[in-house]
T-cell receptor, first 113, second 113 residues
């Protein structure tokens, strides 16, 4: 079955450490997105990529980095510069002509100890 | 700019009650409108959508009508079930916005047996 796989589902990190969240899709979708979800704040866009080797900052990119070396992969690195990284992170993808019907992964919950 | 406003939750209902979750929007042009649902511990999934004025989206007993005159896209269900307990997000997309969605903050629904 096609879909988006995020890993790990749960991750604990000490302050000052970088951590990378994986997002892989086998849907042949062009665009991929990373969102952060905090209670009561809805979804906030971190980064998005519409094509391989290109990506743009979203609304809250500070302290995060991404790469898009392959169409199916869009990993997110949460760096030590991110002041409050504890959150639920969601990856999504969409293809051209899909009228913004996003497919989401199951999410990764990051907790900073 | 574009924005989406949802009624605040949490909403608590008894099984078989009628559900309305209000959603209003501000946008230029003719946006597409969406309702996504997030079940506990999971990513989001599309519930229904409407792409032009007066369209009605429907799925799993849920309905929403695109009302341009009132800039609204309220979600309704005639008889909710315990399994409908989730967070519901209203969203819009506009042509030319790089396929980014504008999200409401989400409304949590709890249905009691």
């Amino acid at each position: 079955d096609g879909g988006i796989t995020q890993s790990p589902k749960y991750l604990f990190r000490k302050e000052g450490q970088n951590v990378t969240l994986s997002c892989e899709q086998n849907l042949n979708h062009d665009a991929m997105y990373w969102y952060r979800q905090d209670p009561g704040q809805g979804l906030r866009l971190i980064y998005y990529s519409q094509i391989v080797n290109d990506f743009q900052k979203g609304d809250i990119a500070e302290g995060y980095s991404v790469s898009r070396e392959k169409k199916e992969s869009f990993p997110l690195t949460v760096t030590s510069a991110q002041k409050n990284p504890t959150a639920f992170y969601l990856c999504a993808s969409v293809t051209v002509g899909a009228a913004n019907v996003l497919t989401f992964g199951a999410g990764s919950r990051l907790t900073v100890l | 700019g574009n924005s989406v406003t949802q009624m605040e939750g949490p909403v608590t209902l008894s099984e078989e009650a009628f559900l309305t979750i209000n959603c209003t929007y501000t946008a230029t042009g003719y946006p597409s409108l969406f309702w996504y649902v997030q079940y506990p511990g999971e990513g989001l999934q599309l519930l229904l959508k409407a792409t032009k004025a007066d369209d009605k989206g429907s799925n799993k007993g849920f309905e929403a009508t695109y009302r341009k005159e009132t800039t609204s896209f309220h979600l309704e269900k005639g008889s909710v079930q315990v399994s409908d307990s989730a967070v519901y997000f209203c969203a819009l997309s506009n042509a030319g916005n790089n396929r980014k969605l504008i999200w409401g903050l989400g409304t949590s629904l709890a249905v009691n047996p």
